[in-house]
Structures are given as C-alpha cells and as structure tokens.
C-alpha cells in the first residue's frame, strides 16, 4: 500500500518537551497538508506545501509550531514546549496538483502532553 | 472565510433504515463540497465530493450528496444503512479559485450509529 503514512502513530510527552512528527505523501503527489483534529471536532488546517514550499500557515500555528518539507517530498511538523492544550490528532494529507483533487490522508499522530 | 454546519452531532439509525446526514456552508466564494468519512482508528476517506455539473453525487459504498445551491446545503443520503455505516461523518468545502492551498475547511462531524 503506496498511502499516506505518518510517525510515530502515537506520542505521549511532558509539558515542556519538543515533539516531532513525520509525514511521508503519495510519492507523486506535490502538495502536503497538516491539520489538526481535537476530540469532537472537525480537522483544522495548520498548513500546506507545495513541493518544498510553505505556502501557508493558519494562525492556529504558534511559533512553537514549525513545519518542513526538504526536497518536496516528507514533511516534518514540530512542536517546541509544548503545552496541555496541543494534545490533539494531527493528520498529514496529500494531493496531486488541481484544486478539487481528493486528499488522501494519513492515519494520524495522536499527541498527549502530560 | 468559510464555515461548515453539521447540526447533528450525532444520529441514531436501525439497520437497513435510510438516513440523512444535514450539511450546510457558508462561504463568500465559490466553493468544492466534499463528505470524508473516518472510521475508528483509521484516517478520512472520501466518500464522494461535487466539483461542478449535476448536482446529484453518487460515492462509495451507496452514498449520494445533493448540492442545493440556494439553500448552501450538502446533504449526505443512503437509502439502507449497514452496521458497517457506522463511522464519524464530516463534511467540508475548499476554495475554488486556482492558485490557492484548496485547504478544506470540515464541520464538527456527525456520528453516525446504526444498530439492529
């Protein structure tokens, strides 16, 4: 199966500590997405990549929040001191070029800050 | 900016039972319409989604979506659900124009519950 993937599929931390989350897209697929799904919610986007580049940030995303895409294919999301309030599902998404295009998303990182 | 109303969290249905899952938009551009599904444990699937053209959508396992213009609604349909309907249910649209991220924006979801 050539889906989107995501590690690790948990992450259990302390208050304070740095978290770093892996995304791997559909090989062809240029752009890359993050959201972030809180319990009874709908996703929020964070972010999007096309190819290496961030072309937006939500303002959900603190400074603590940075996100890579190295040579446009996996992307890294991290998060720096983190707080209670990250604790959340965050899933990674990717599409071919066109608007409309389905994302296809991954199995998502489920995050507790202790 | 772009909103998504689900306004059932939550909807209880008998087996072989029709069911409707209610969505509503609000956007001040053009937008896709889209219903993803998400199973326990699993990532969002999409169901179905309405680019442009007739308005009925037909998308995986039996669903279909009518997009009502006038009234910004995205209604999801299936006439006879199956205990394996039961998933969290959420819709959402995504900028139309070309040139942009097309991120979608999602409802708060409806849980879908189908018993015996």
């Known amino acids: 199966d050539t889906g989107v993937s995501q590690d690790p599929r948990h992450k259990i931390t302390k208050r304070g500590q740095n978290v770093t989350f892996r995304c791997d897209p559909i090989s062809e697929h240029n752009r890359l997405y993050w959201y972030r799904q809180t319990l009874g919610q709908g996703p929020e986007f964070l972010t999007y990549f096309q190819n290496e580049a961030q072309l937006e940030k939500s303002r959900l995303l603190s400074d603590r929040f940075s996100a890579e895409r190295p040579k446009g294919s996996f992307s890294t999301l991290e998060i720096q001191r983190t707080e209670q309030g990250d604790s959340a599902m965050y899933l990674c998404?990717?599409?071919?070029?066109?608007?409309?295009?389905?994302?296809?998303f991954g199995p998502g990182t489920r995050l507790t800050v202790l | 900016a772009q909103s998504v109303t689900q306004l059932d969290s939550q909807v209880p249905v008998f087996e072989e039972a029709p069911v409707e899952l209610r969505c509503n938009y609000s956007s001040s551009v053009s937008v896709y319409l889209f219903w993803y599904v998400q199973y326990p444990n699993q990532g969002l699937q999409l169901l179905l989604k309405?680019?442009?053209?007739?308005?009925l959508v037909k998308g995986i396992n039996g669903f279909e979506a009518e997009f009502n213009k006038s009234q910004t609604s995205f209604h999801l349909r299936k006439p006879s659900v199956h205990i394996s309907d039961t998933a969290e249910y959420f819709c959402a649209v995504s900028d139309r124009g070309t040139g942009t991220a097309s991120k979608l924006t999602f409802g708060t979801g409806t849980r879908l519950q189908v018993t015996l």
């Open positions: 998404a990717s599409s071919p070029g066109q608007p409309g295009n389905e994302q296809f």
């Open positions: 309405y680019l442009s053209g007739s308005t």
